[in-house]
């Protein structure tokens, strides 16, 4: 196996593994290694079935089914399909995911720890995945701004996706209600200890995080577009230009994505990602409703 690092922020390609093969104990923590060092890992050419993917992704952990019920893939309740096919005239659900920066599951009280990409369907040109690292965006911030954010908490609401989008858009208004009955807003601490290396990360996701706790919006509005500003530096990007059969696992404890709109819509785009399952992180900021 080797490791060549792909960027100054973040990425790192893993070449010479078959990741279908019946892989020794030894290079898993190898590339668990490499994983928790680089935040971002592409592993190039691996034509795998689902079934090789899912059982690949479970030497890292338990997988989990997407908390949105109706984006659940025939494929398997551990598969999430990104597509943006037209099926039975139905556009997709998935086609328009990941469009601002984001961490998934932000929204919930047990984020991910990290996903596995893998690319079956490219348009021509584009179709492109950034990733940052969020041990960078940290980092590199003041001692005072380190101390002005040490105790703050955000509130990320799910709904504030379709906020964002200009309301509902192409989505079933029956099941935006439904994401946001399953969804309460949660309360999660802006600077995050990864459980794993012990650093410090800024955890914020601008497609849902909202307003800080004890700040009024408009208070808290300046601060937060600062951060999330700084956060996606180029400096601190990586940008992913994908090849069939590529697999990219990140981690979703210290790093944010995005998918931008950066292709013919008219051309497919087919990605199936399996779902490390989190730790608890984080409390709802009301009750659940009964
Ligand atoms: C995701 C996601 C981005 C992409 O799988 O969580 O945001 O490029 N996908 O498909
Ligand atoms: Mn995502």
Known sequence: ??????????????????????????????????WLKHVILVFPNQDFTIDQHIR?????????????????SPLGPEILEIHNRVIDGKPSETGDIGRNWHSD???????????FLHCRAMPEAGGNTWFNNMYMAYETLSP?????????????????????????GRRDPH????????NPPVIQSMVRVHSETGRKALY??????????????????????????????????????????????????????????????????HMCRTTLTGEKLG??????PA
Request: aromatic share 8%; charged share 30%; glycine share 6%.
């Open 175 to 182: 099941k935006v209600a439904e994401d946001n009955r399953l």
């Open 105 to 115: 599951g932000a929204f919930t009280t047990q984020p991910p720890t990290g996903s």
């Open 283 to 288: 409390r709802y900021l009301d009750q659940l």
């Open 56 to 72: 690949f992704s479970r030497r890292f952990g338990e997988l989990e089914s997407h908390p949105m019920k109706n984006l659940r």
């Open 1 to 34: 196996m080797r490791v060549r690092k792909l960027a100054y922020g973040c990425g790192a390609e893993i070449t010479d593994v078959d990741l279908s093969a019946d892989l020794p104990q030894s290079t898993i923590d190898d590339i668990r290694e490499a």
């Open 204 to 269: 914020l996701s601008e497609a849902v995080t909202q307003r800080i706790v004890g700040l009024t919006q408009d208070e808290g509005a300046g601060i937060l577009q600062y951060l999330f500003k700084h956060s996606v530096r180029p400096e601190f990007t990586y940008r992913h230009y994908w090849r069939i059969n590529d697999l990219v696992l990140w981690d979703n404890r210290c790093a944010m994505h995005l998918a931008p709109r950066d292709y013919d819509p008219g051309e497919i785009r």
């Open 144 to 168: 005072k701004m380190k101390n002005i954010i040490a105790d703050l908490e955000v509130v990320n609401d799910i709904n504030n996706i379709y906020i964002r989008a200009g309301g509902v």
